[in-house]
Structures are given as structure tokens and as C-alpha cells.
């Protein structure tokens, strides 16, 4: 149990589905993270929120839609994906106090497109 | 951030320790050293993380070098539940939100 809790653990959805990835972090942190990882790939960051605000997108496509409300919740709206999206979709939270911030992942969400 | 290299595949066999290196040798002087581990189908879990000098918890021990190239995660005593991948990461805070850059880790598989 790390704190961060990401729901569903498993999804199957269409190409014209639209579905949404939830993630909500128990630890007061500051930052929140979207992570994506394909089979046989590093992950790859998707995109950063600092304080609610995004501060990093990593060129994804706009299929892929955050939203982070506050600082305890962050969702990924899924829409028109492509069988090649399928992957697991981390979530992630750390807090900012200079060097040395520790970031904590959830047990992440198995997407499947069909 | 610096990139780090790492074996592909370790093994150990289990009791004993495992000593996984790593070479960080464009590392800069404001970056730490973070090792996680992803375990199959669960998300990466933080082991522990330094700067210049050696660190300790009740998980592993990581032994920096003095000019800071390279270092070694340690597991004292490995068990079949050590079996993951493990990416050993340098970083530094942007002032804005960090992030980790993953590279492709070491599998390490540990066996009776």
C-alpha cells in the first residue's frame, strides 16, 4: 500500500468509447503524474501537475485528456483510442521540497483497446 | 537529467546478497540517485535514494562512489519475492515537479 490508489485496476473498452482513469493519493502531496508503460518499453511520463496546474505534457496525443481538480485526484479521460494504447497507466505523487522528493506510484490501471 | 546504464539480467540465488550496479557517469553535482523496482503487473516501488553518501533502510543499502559515476544497490539477503526489474535513476528537481526518467533496468531473477 503506497498511497496512491488508482481505479479501475482493469479496463477493456472499444475505439469509440469514452472512459475515464481515476487516481487519488492519501499522502498531502503537492505533485501528481501520469505514466504510461507499452509491453516490452521503459514507461514513459505523460504528464505533470504541480499545485493543479499542468506543467508538463510529453506531446500526447489529445485522446488522452487529464484533469486534476485538486491536489488528491487526478483523472485520465479516454476517448477515440487506438488498439495501440493499450498498455498499463500509472499514476504517481510526490511532494515539492526542493531535492530529494520521493515519488510514489500506484498499482496502475491495465488498459485494453479492442 | 543524467543516463544511467545497466546490466540487462542478474541473477542470485536466494539467502545470498545481490549486488546490482549502475553507472551514472555524467551525473551532476545537484542529482540524487533513485532505485525503484517494478515487480510484474504492479507499479514501480521506491527502494531508497542518495547523494554522496552511502544510505541504508530496512529494504537494501545503496554504496555511492566517491566521484559519484556509479553505485550499487545491495539486497542483503534476496528471496524469490526480490524477482523484478529494477531501475536505478538520477534526477533533479526542476523547481517546478520532478520526474523520473526510466531506462530499461535489470531483471533480476532470484532462484532456489
Known amino acids: 500500500e503506497t498511497g496512491v490508489t488508482q481505479t479501475p485496476r482493469h479496463l477493456v473498452m472499444g475505439m469509440t468509447n469514452k472512459k475515464s482513469l481515476k487516481c487519488e493519493q492519501h499522502?498531502?502531496?503537492?505533485?501528481m503524474y501520469w505514466y504510461k508503460q507499452s509491453a516490452k518499453k521503459p514507461l514513459e511520463l505523460m504528464f505533470v501537475?504541480?499545485?493543479?496546474?499542468?506543467?508538463e505534457n510529453n506531446s500526447v496525443p489529445s485522446r488522452f485528456s487529464p484533469e486534476c481538480p485538486n491536489s488528491s485526484h487526478l483523472f485520465l479521460h479516454l476517448h477515440t483510442l487506438q488498439p495501440e494504447d493499450s498498455a498499463l497507466y500509472l499514476c504517481?505523487?510526490?511532494?515539492?521540497?526542493?531535492?530529494?522528493?520521493?515519488?510514489?506510484f500506484g498499482e496502475g490501471s491495465w488498459l485494453t483497446v479492442v | 537529467d543524467a543516463k544511467t546504464t545497466q546490466p540487462p539480467s542478474m541473477d542470485c540465488a536466494e539467502g545470498r546478497a545481490a549486488n546490482l550496479p549502475c553507472n551514472h557517469s555524467?551525473?551532476?553535482?545537484?542529482?540524487?540517485v533513485y532505485w525503484y523496482r517494478q515487480i510484474h503487473s504492479q507499479g514501480p516501488q521506491y527502494i531508497i535514494h542518495?547523494?554522496?553518501n552511502n544510505e541504508t533502510n530496512e529494504m537494501a543499502s545503496l554504496i555511492i562512489t566517491e566521484d559519484r559515476k556509479s553505485s550499487t544497490l545491495i539486497l542483503p539477503h534476496a528471496t524469490l519475492r526480490d524477482t523484478a526489474v529494477y531501475y536505478c535513476?538520477?534526477?533533479?528537481?526542476?523547481?517546478?515537479?520532478?520526474?523520473?526518467?526510466f531506462g530499461t533496468g535489470t531483471r533480476l531473477q532470484v532462484t532456489l
Open positions: 535513476i538520477v534526477r533533479v528537481n526542476t523547481g517546478t515537479a520532478s520526474k523520473l526518467t
Open positions: 501537475y504541480n499545485f493543479k496546474e499542468q506543467t
Open positions: 555524467t551525473i551532476s553535482g545537484n542529482e540524487y
Open positions: 504517481a505523487s510526490s511532494q515539492q521540497q526542493g531535492n530529494g522528493n520521493t515519488i510514489y
Open positions: 542518495g547523494l554522496k
Open positions: 499522502l498531502g502531496h503537492n505533485a
